[in-house]
C-alpha cells in the first residue's frame, strides 16, 4: 500500500481486513481497526482439502497484524469451534496480546495453548454475555446467542462512527438443549439504538426456511437406540457439546455403558463436565480399552471422525486399524455431523469400509440424525429485521453463500449500494455514510502447514506435489568430463562395460546411450522406450548446442535441459512432469 493510501485509509473511518472465513468454510478472522487501535475477532483454522497433498493445517496470513502488532487491543472470540479458535496458539507465537472469551471457550482453547507450550505466555480473560470491555476506540459488548456449543456470542462493537455487530456463528433455536435462549432483546435494543453495520454468518444462506432445534433430532436417534442390537457408535465433531449431552442422556437412558474415544473428544467431555456445561453421569462412563468385558448390547461409543479425516478414531476403525475399537456385523453406525463441502470422498470412503464389516450406518442423507448450528434464511432474516443495519457485509462462507445472503439482506429492505461483498484480503472502509470496498491488502492469504506448525509451506512446494501427483517426475542424468580428451576416453570404456554405442560428441565426449533418464508416476519405462531414447537425444542435442561457458555452468546446463524436455512432453504426451536434471562431473 502507498503512503496516501494508507492516509486516506485511516482518517475518519473505520476498517474492516477478512484475514479468512469470506470465501470458504472456516478460517474464519476479522481485523477492526481505527486510526489509533486495532481488534481482532476469532483466530480460526481451516483442514486441507484432497488437492493440498501432505498439508495438515491451515492457518490466516496474519502479516498485516505483525506489522501493526502495537495497536493491536485485543483478540475476541465468539465461540469454541475450531474454525474460529483452532489459529490462536499459531497466532499467539507471533503476537502479544490479550484474549477475551468465555468460560467454555477460553478452556477448550487453553487445551490447544497448553499443548503447543503457548498458555504460560497468553493473557486469557473471561467474559460473560452481557459483559462489555473497553478496548481503545472499540466498546465491546457480548452478547448470548444459540449454536451447537454453549457459550457463544456475538459482539456489537461500538466505534467513533457508529455501532457494528459481528454475529458469528448462530442460530435462533428455541428449544435450546441448556435452555439458554438468545438474547433478542438486546439484539432488538440495538437496533432501535441504530447500528452502522451488520457483518452475519452466511453458511446457511442458501436453506430456506429456518434451522431447526438442537433438540428436533432427539426422537430419531433415540429411535436409533431402541433398534441397535448390538454396538451403537455415535460420531460427530469433538466440540458439539449440545449434541453430546443428548448422546449421553439417551445413553443413560437406555442403559448403556458409554466410551469415548479420540482425544480432542476426551478432552472437551472433560472439559465441558468439569465447568458444569455437560451432565454426565459417571457411573455410565468406562475406559475404551475395557470395551470387551462388556456384552455388544450394553455399549455406546462416541467416536470422532465426522469428515473422514485419516488418523480419526472412526477412520481407522472402518479399516479395522484401531487399537482396541472394532465395527463390527450388526454393529450401528451414527455420523451425527454435516458433510462440508471438500469431505465427501472422505466421508464416503468411511461409509463405504464401515458397510463392508456389516454395519448399518446412519448420516444425514439418509436420517434425520444431525440439525446445523447455523441460521438458514428466515434465521437470517431475523437477525437483519431486528438490527435493521444501515450497511451490511455477509461472512462466514463460500462466495455464493455470501451473495444469497446480499440477496437476504435486500429482500428485507437493505439498499443495494448498502450491501458489500467481500473476499478475503480485501479492504473496507467504513464510514457514517460510506462502505465501500477500497482495496486489498497484499500480504493476506493462506499459510499451508506440513506436519508441526513451525514447518509453514510454501506455495510453490505446494504446487510441486500437485504437479507431482498429476504428471509424475522425470530425473535425466548426465555426467560432463572436464576435459574433452579424457572424456572420449572416458566414454569409450563406459561404453564398451555398457555395450552401448561409442558415437560420441568430439566436445563433449557423451552420447546418447550415456545419458540415462529415470521417470516416476510419469510413463512406465519399458513400455515407453521410444520416447525415451528421444528425450535422451534431446538432451544430447541441448548440451552439444551449448557454448563452453555455458557448459560449465551446472545451473545453465539444468536450466537449457528442463526447458528442452518440458516442451517435448508436453507436445508428445500433453502433460508437464516435474523435471529434475542432475549433472555431474568427473
Known sequence: MTEDLEFERIEGNVSLIPLGGLGEFGLNMMVYE?????????????????????VDLIFPDIHYLVERQEKIRGILLTHGHEDHIGALFYVLRQLDVPVYGTQLTLAIASGRLREYNVLSKAQLNTIAPGDTVELGDFSAEFIHVTHS???????ALRTPIGVIVHTGDFKFDMTPVDGKLSDIQTLARLGTEGVLLLVSDSTNAERLGQTPSERSIYGAID??????????????FSSSLHRIQQFIELADMHRRLVAVTGRSLLNNIRTATELGYLNV?????????????FKPHELVI???????????????????????????????VVISARIIPGNEKAIGNVVNHLLRRGAKIYHERNADVHVSGHGSSEDLKLMLNL????????????????????????????????????????????????????????????????????????DIVLRDRIQLSEDGIVVPIVVLHSDAGDGNQASEASSQEENISTDSDSKTGLNAGQIEIISRGFVYMDKSEELIEEAKEITLRVIENLSDEQREETEAVQDEIRSALRRFFSKQMQRTPLIFPVVMRV
Open 34 to 54: 481505527t486510526e489509533n487501535d486495532i481488534i481482532v475477532v476469532d483466530t480460526g483454522f481451516m483442514l486441507p482439502n484432497a488437492d493440498m497433498p501432505g
Open 149 to 155: 456449543i454453549p457459550d457463544t456470542v456475538a459482539i
Open 223 to 236: 429411535t436409533i437406540f431402541q433398534k441397535a442390537e448390538q454396538k451403537l457408535f455415535l460420531c460427530t
Open 281 to 293: 453421569n459417571p457411573d455410565y462412563l468406562i475406559d475404551a480399552r475395557d470395551v470387551s468385558m
Open 302 to 332: 462416541l467416536s470422532t471422525g465426522s469428515q473422514g479425516e485419516p488418523r480419526s478414531a472412526m477412520s481407522l476403525m472402518a479399516l479395522d486399524n484401531h487399537p482396541f475399537l472394532k465395527v463390527e456385523h450388526g454393529d450401528t
Open 387 to 458: 438490527l435493521q443495519p444501515k450497511f451490511f457485509m455477509p461472512m462466514h462462507g463460500e462466495y455464493q453463500n455470501l451473495m444469497r445472503h446480499a440477496e437476504l439482506a435486500e429482500s428485507v429492505g437493505i439498499p443495494s449500494n448498502n450491501i458489500k461483498v467481500a473476499e478475503d484480503g480485501e479492504l473496507i472502509l467504513l464510514t457514517p455514510e460510506t462502505c465501500e470496498v477500497f482495496g486489498r491488502e497484499g500480504r493476506s492469504g493462506r499459510v499451508f502447514v506440513d506436519g508441526k506448525p513451525e514447518f509453514e509451506l510454501e
